[in-house]
């Protein structure tokens, strides 16, 4: 699913703001609330390669970036990454007032490994329900890939009204017969360990063995957390072990085991019982949150305590393999 302004010929502006490409879109959402909705996106905004985050990234970078009424200057009291948080709520509310896949069964046109339906039955299916056409997009010549619907808007892209119109300068890709449309590829089967061996993840697991953890904040890297557990951007960033445990992992550090208490990421000696951490869109995530702050940003030799209560700085806690 995308969210993009164009300029009625079929063409539009991409990638309009470096500063606001964020890399923190899961710790953005859950530190705006919006928990429901990363849980919806997580189900359903899925990336083919299996990273949805970084799907997320781009989407919000590719598209985001352009809407006008996302700008940080149109916001009267603007919060923080206030914007990517009406990015995310406006287009996962428009793709669920679109059932494609309920539209397309209706008319009796279901994936099959077999089947061939025309494109005229195709964009008769999805022109019923709502009264104007759509543009369907093939790959590999005829096997249906994407579904462009358009409106104009009445107002701002958060609170504005969305009308449905036709389609103004896109045309589709697909064959006017012949056109495949597949079933989902099934997940490979996972593989077993014997008993009392540790099973080993899929290549490109986060927080897998040893590594460091990078910090993000305000959408782009800046230093990293060090192995008493403190945000530094200064120096080296210390090395982490990743140890699986009962519903997520465990870190430890040189200077001993990590855990969350008081509200404050601590790594060290008097860590009796580490704490058990998830990952969510690949970030470090704590009582299912990927959302971490800070109390300012660290300069020089200053080292910052990260928390999960609130703070003045928001960050995302990742993981790069050692």
Not at 41 to 48: A, F, G, I, P, S
Request: overall charge neutral; glycine content about 10%; hydrophobic content about 30%.
């Amino acid at each position: 699913m995308r969210s993009r302004p164009d300029h009625c010929d079929g063409t539009y502006d991409s990638n309009c703001d470096a500063k606001r490409a964020y890399t923190n879109i899961s710790a953005i959402l859950s530190a705006a609330g919006q928990t429901d909705l990363l849980s919806y996106m997580n189900t359903y905004w899925k990336d083919n390669a299996g990273n949805d985050e970084s799907f997320w990234e781009h989407e919000w970078a590719k598209h985001g970036t352009c809407i006008s009424t996302l700008d940080t200057d149109c916001y009267t009291s603007y919060t923080p990454q206030q914007e990517v948080v009406d990015f995310f709520t406006r287009t996962v509310a428009l793709f669920k007032a679109l059932p494609s896949y309920t539209w397309l069964s209706t008319a009796g046109i279901t994936p099959s490994s077999t089947k061939t339906y025309t494109l005229a039955q195709i964009l008769a299916a999805l022109k019923t329900p709502r009264g104007v056409s759509a543009v369907v997009q093939c790959e590999n010549t005829n096997q249906l890939d994407e579904i462009w619907y358009f409106y104009d808007v009445k107002g701002s892209v958060q609170s504005g009204t969305f009308v449905a119109v036709n389609p103004t300068g896109a045309t589709s890709s697909c064959p006017a017969t012949g056109i495949k449309y597949l079933p989902k590829s099934t997940s490979p089967t996972p593989t077993t360990s014997p008993p009392g061996s540790t099973p080993t993840p899929p290549p490109g697991t986060p927080f897998t063995g040893r590594g460091t953890l990078p910090v993000t904040h305000a959408g782009s890297t800046a230093g990293c957390i060090i192995s008493g557990g403190t945000w530094y951007i200064g120096g080296t960033c210390a090395t982490f072990t990743a140890a699986t445990a009962s519903g997520g992992f465990t870190l430890s550090s040189s200077k001993g085991k990590c855990a969350v208490q008081s509200n404050n990421l601590v790594c060290g000696s008097g860590v009796t019982s580490a704490s058990v951490f998830t990952s969510v869109g690949g970030e470090l995530a704590y009582a299912g949150s990927a959302a971490w702050y800070a109390g300012s940003v660290p300069s020089g030799s200053t080292q910052v305590t990260v928390m999960t209560s609130k703070g003045a700085q928001t960050v995302g806690i990742g993981w790069a393999s050692a």
